[in-house]
């Protein structure tokens, strides 16, 4: 492998492959190098996604709190007040609105 040599603001990096010479620019600015730029955003995106994934992970675990729950408040409501569970729905819905200050 030979020394990076500075060519207008380009860094020049041969490497011998299998199949021939390949050849990599590595442009430089001033606060380093473009792989290294590369490398944070790569950490960075990498973070983002993990993120997400607990985000998205916390999210789903919500709503299937909310469906359970919703289903053991919507049969107590049946077997207290002796309702159907149209009705039971629909005061439970108008219990969360209210609550949500909807």
């Keep these: 492998m030979s020394l990076p040599t500075k060519v207008n603001h380009e860094t020049k990096i041969s490497e011998t492959a299998r199949s021939g010479n390949l050849t990599l620019l590595m442009h430089t600015d001033s606060g380093g190098s473009i792989s290294q730029r590369l490398a944070q955003l790569c ?8 993120c997400t994934l607990k985000a998205n992970q916390e999210e789903i675990l919500c709503w299937y709190h909310y ?12 077997d207290k007040n002796k309702i159907g569970e149209k009705k039971a729905r629909s005061l439970i819905y108008d219990e969360v609105v209210k609550q949500l200050n909807m």
């Design 67 to 78: 469906g359970r729950n919703f289903i053991f408040q919507e049969k107590a409501l049946n």
């Design 43 to 50: 950490d960075k995106a990498l973070i983002a996604e993990e």
